[in-house]
């Protein structure tokens, strides 16, 4: 694709219910980030996948939050039971590099709203 | 693993005045250091980055600094425009395939 994807751009669900969020990242970029930014605070690390290496889950919050990368493409987030806090834009970033620095391609994010 | 400190939380300047904004990094074996331009309801831009090899890097109005000693590095933004409003990150990492940390990031605001 021409750029890194996100889906669903926006979601509210209600607390104590389970989301997904979709990551599709440039085709052939190798290393896929997921952060979180909630309303006027910074890009917090989530996770890190690079390649068929394990991913890099130290940034995760809680055990609630999980991700996973398919096929080396597409990403999915997932944070069961979610609480009010979790209410943030999501974003899943792609780049080219292997094992050494890049650029880091964006998407849109997917903002997330827990009622 | 990695921190990065960013000052000021926020910035204000007159256009035509040159801004400054500083991050601090943890982790010594950190090589790599991006900034990232992110406009209001935009996704984050890389607007120049520079590699431990070097001290300093510019691109037209903008320059970054880095002082590997001292573990930190800097963004210069000269004859600043309105256009130059925006949050900016700082970010950091080593070569080893790690995670890229960002800083809090810095509300620059360029009044005309």
């Known amino acids: 694709g021409a750029g890194v994807s996100q889906s669903p751009s926006n979601k509210v669900t209600e607390k104590g219910k389970d989301v997904e969020l979709r990551c599709d990242p440039i085709?052939?970029?190798?290393?896929l980030y997921w952060y979180r930014q909630s309303l006027g605070q910074g890009l917090e690390f989530l996770i890190y996948f690079q390649g068929n290496s394990a991913p890099d889950k130290s940034g995760l919050p809680s055990d609630r939050f999980s991700a996973e990368r398919t096929g080396g493409s597409v990403s999915t987030l997932t944070i069961q039971r979610t609480q009010q806090e979790d209410s943030a834009v999501y974003l899943c970033?792609?780049?080219?590099?292997?094992?050494?620095?890049?650029?880091?391609?964006f998407g849109e994010g997917s903002r997330l709203t827990v009622l | 693993g990695e921190n990065v400190e960013q000052h000021p939380s926020t910035l204000s300047v007159q256009e035509g005045d040159s801004a400054v904004i500083k991050c601090t990094y943890s982790?010594?074996?950190?090589?790599?250091f991006p900034w990232y331009k992110q406009e209001l309801g935009k996704r984050p831009q890389l607007i120049i980055d520079?590699?431990?090899?070097?001290g300093e890097k510019k691109d037209q109005r903008i320059a970054v600094t880095l002082n590997k000693t001292a573990k930190h590095f800097s963004l210069h933004i000269t004859e600043t425009q309105p256009e130059d409003s925006a949050v900016y990150f700082c970010?950091?990492?080593?070569?080893?395939?790690?995670?890229?940390?960002f800083g809090k990031g810095t509300t620059l605001s360029v009044s005309s």
């Open positions: 982790d010594s074996a950190s090589n790599y």
């Open positions: 085709s052939g970029h190798t290393a």
């Open positions: 520079i590699r431990s090899n070097v």
């Open positions: 970033a792609s780049s080219s590099s292997r094992g050494r620095s890049g650029e880091l391609f």
């Open positions: 970010a950091a990492t080593n070569q080893a395939g790690t995670a890229l940390i």
